[in-house]
């Protein structure tokens, strides 16, 4: 682990803590992420493999070839490992949305580079963790934050195609009704996907990306709900019925 | 139970079997099969409603207001009951599949009416079974049939997207990935959906296929697959390595 600290500079006196045998501080942290990092991803991997509540905390020690004390020092409880693969998977989506809100493109390439995203992160060894977290598996307060966490994504991507319906680059549809047909297509593919098949987690969300955007695209010489000042005759019941709390 | 039987005609010598306090064995069939359908629709919801670990015959006797011994008539098993509830919903999906081939329609609207019945299927009491089954909870056997029964759906999707590209009224696409995107939307629905929401589950699946046919339509000015002895150019990648086993 020393090798990550630079070499102190050739020819001249050192001062005393860079030759240290003790570590600096934001080197310990960091290397406490690192492996912090691995004892989650080691979980991902083996609940893939045999189920959650068939592995234990032995299991996971032994991929990583630590004791079991030594995974006690990063998490407090298995429940906390299928937390923690969760929110892995799903920060990615999340820090999707963040950055496509800085991007000065039309809703639906926004949208589109968020589902890839999405997609690449149910392909990914979280995938599992990310679609079936919330059972009765967790903590009632861990299983509130699982539900916000999706109720958020969930209100970002309605919000991003209410945009495209209102900037025209998606045709007038049900945002409510659509936003759960795109993830429920997404979410899927951790039930079906296997990473030993021939396509990656990238090229599985490519696929996906580009049938719903053939979907989502406006078509020519329909209507859009683009033109200002227009009434939303097709705003559906269940859009209205339900307004998204977060605009 | 006896009032299923139709009255004697009246004013003349009725035949002895009529007056019999037996009653007739197609009558008891029936009435056999109606009770089992009962057995297996109260598990549905009974494992709907505290998942199926957490639900006991007792639990499903309790609801049909008969004992233990009762429900073991119908069926062997809690596992039984499971796979019953799948092949229930399934079949719906299945007679769908069976029905279209005699429809004189273009391929999308034979494949609309297939994916309207698998999300009535999926939004109706079955559903959570239909998309959990697989598990670790079925037998070898029954696991096996669960996969092969879902594997002859998802093919007669495969076969309807193809026929659609062919015929020109769905526009090019990979079959595989988008009867993926098609399934995956739709077995999400067991994941949100409850009975109490304001949509029928006939009102979600219409809601989807509106959604499905948006993306499925081929569009104005842009090729089709239904050009006869054309070179099938976007023939994709996944489409030619996993060939259907069923064409």
Not at 42 to 62: C, M, P, V
Not at 69 to 77: A, D, H, L, M
Not at 92 to 104: D, G, H, K, T, Y
Not at 177 to 198: P, V
């Amino acid at each position: 682990m020393s090798n990550r600290r630079p070499s102190p500079p050739a020819g001249g006196k050192t001062p005393a803590p860079a030759t240290s045998p003790w570590r600096a501080s934001h080197e310990r942290q960091r290397d406490r992420e690192l492996k912090r990092d691995a004892v989650i991803r080691a979980a991902a991997l083996e609940f893939n493999r045999k189920g959650y509540h068939n592995t234990s905390l032995d299991d996971i020690a032994a991929r990583l070839e630590v004791t079991k004390p030594t995974v006690y020092y990063y998490v407090t409880s298995k429940e906390q490992l299928l937390f923690e693969c969760f929110v892995a998977g799903v920060e990615r989506i999340r820090s999707a949305c963040r950055e496509v809100r800085r991007l000065e493109l039309p809703a639906r390439e926004r949208l589109n580079a968020v589902l890839r995203q999405y997609g690449e992160a149910v392909a990914s060894e979280f995938g599992w963790c990310m679609v079936r977290a919330e059972q009765d598996d967790l903590s009632a307060s861990m299983s509130r934050h699982v539900k916000s966490l999706k109720s958020e994504i969930d209100q970002s991507i309605r919000r991003l195609i209410r945009e495209g319906v209102q900037d025209g680059s998606i045709h007038p549809c049900d945002p409510k009704m659509t936003a759960f047909a795109l993830a429920g297509a997404l979410n899927w593919i951790a039930h079906w996907y296997r990473e030993d098949q021939s396509m990656s987690g990238a090229q599985i969300a490519e696929a996906f990306v580009a049938i719903f955007d053939a979907g989502l695209r406006p078509r020519a010489g329909e209507p859009t709900g683009a033109a200002p000042r227009r009434r939303a005759r097709r705003r559906s019941h269940a859009d209205t019925e339900f307004p998204p709390k977060s605009s």
